[in-house]
């Protein structure tokens, strides 16, 4: 069981005053940067006993894109991992995902498979030892970067850490949200929403015209999780240049959400936006939209917009 929800635990997010300087234990420098979406562990026993029997969980066994991802996993769950690790996710080739992993070096690496069944193979890569592992079915890569240990499923995903490693630069809005993130949670997820992402839309919009693309940069969002219910908040982020939907809010302040306390017992989901500025609001349309102003008094004068998803 405890293999199982190792799995689901790190499936699940694939499928919702800042500092400028990095926190120590940031371990983004080591990721390529087209990640789909990036997993920050801060308590991995915490995050398993949240996610156990969780509901939302179990609604996304039967997906394609769940028994895809579980297969690439199957190698996580046999790890001996620490308390605080980072997973991150890439689609190489269409429909196919693969992760890499950076957590702290400990002293065995496999926690329930039997080092005598392993197959071990060891190469190396621009002066960096990369060694591979093979049983029953499952294989990764692993190697050692600047006291940390990185495990893989692909080996080109490896490799290309490797070669970026004197070079990679963290984009500044997602390490502005990762440094940011409540490290008193169990675990952040960070989604990539600068280019088509199906981990977002396979699972969550699969009938939907909306592109999450057209929203914002990144996603950063705090998880807490118990048997029936996954609760995820966080803010977003979009560079000035881009004609992002969450731009139309910039200089403007959000205020308390209302429409959910209204929403009937029965809805599926409640989507809000809400502002203190609506003028700021319209002129932003202009700017980012290019679109004329609309003259309308309510929107003048509105404090939330609100949508309510029936059955």
């Known amino acids: 069981m405890f293999m199982k929800y190792r799995i689901l635990l790190l499936l699940?997010?694939?499928?919702?005053?800042?500092?400028?300087?990095?926190?120590?234990?940031?371990?983004?420098?080591?990721?390529?940067?087209?990640?789909?979406?990036?997993?920050?562990?801060?308590?991995?026993?915490?995050?398993?006993?949240e996610l156990k029997n969780n509901y939302f969980i179990s609604k996304t066994e039967k997906s394609k894109l769940y028994e895809a991802i579980r297969q690439k996993l199957r190698p996580v769950t046999a790890l001996s991992l620490e308390e605080n690790c980072t997973v991150a996710f890439y689609e190489i080739g269409k429909g196919n995902f693969e992760f890499l992993l950076v957590t702290a070096p400990s002293p065995q690496i496999f926690a329930t498979v039997n080092p005598e069944?392993?197959?071990?193979?060891?190469f190396s890569y621009e002066n960096t030892t990369i060694t591979k592992y093979q049983w029953e079915g499952a294989q990764c890569y692993s190697t050692s970067m600047k006291q940390q240990l990185l495990i893989g499923s692909s080996q080109l995903l490896l490799e290309?850490?490797?070669?970026?490693?004197?070079?990679?630069?963290?984009p500044p809005g997602l390490q502005r949200l990762y440094d940011t993130a409540d490290p008193n949670t169990s675990a952040a997820i960070f989604i990539n929403l600068e280019r088509k992402n199906?981990?977002?839309?396979?699972?969550?919009?699969?009938?939907?015209?909306?592109?999450p693309e057209t929203f914002a940069d990144w996603i950063a969002l705090d998880v807490t999780a118990g048997q029936e219910e996954l609760l995820l908040s966080g803010v977003t982020i979009a560079s000035d240049s881009t004609a992002n939907m969450i731009n139309l809010f910039k200089g403007t302040t959000p205020l308390s959400n209302k429409v959910s306390s209204i929403a009937p017992q029965n809805a599926n989901a409640v989507l809000s936006f809400s502002c203190n500025e609506p003028e700021t609001f319209l002129l932003n349309q202009k700017e980012y939209l290019d679109v004329a102003l609309v003259e309308n008094e309510a929107l003048r004068a509105f404090e939330e917009f609100g949508i309510i998803y029936l059955n």
């Open 12 to 49: 699940v997010l694939v499928l919702s005053c800042t500092k400028e300087q990095s926190t120590p234990d940031s371990f983004l420098h080591f990721f390529p940067q087209s990640a789909n979406a990036i997993l920050k562990i801060n308590n991995l026993g915490r995050f398993e006993s």
């Open 160 to 170: 290309n850490a490797i070669r970026l490693d004197a070079s990679n630069i963290v």
């Open 198 to 211: 199906e981990l977002i839309s396979a699972p969550l919009l699969p009938e939907s015209d909306i592109e």
């Open 117 to 122: 069944d392993i197959a071990q193979t060891t």
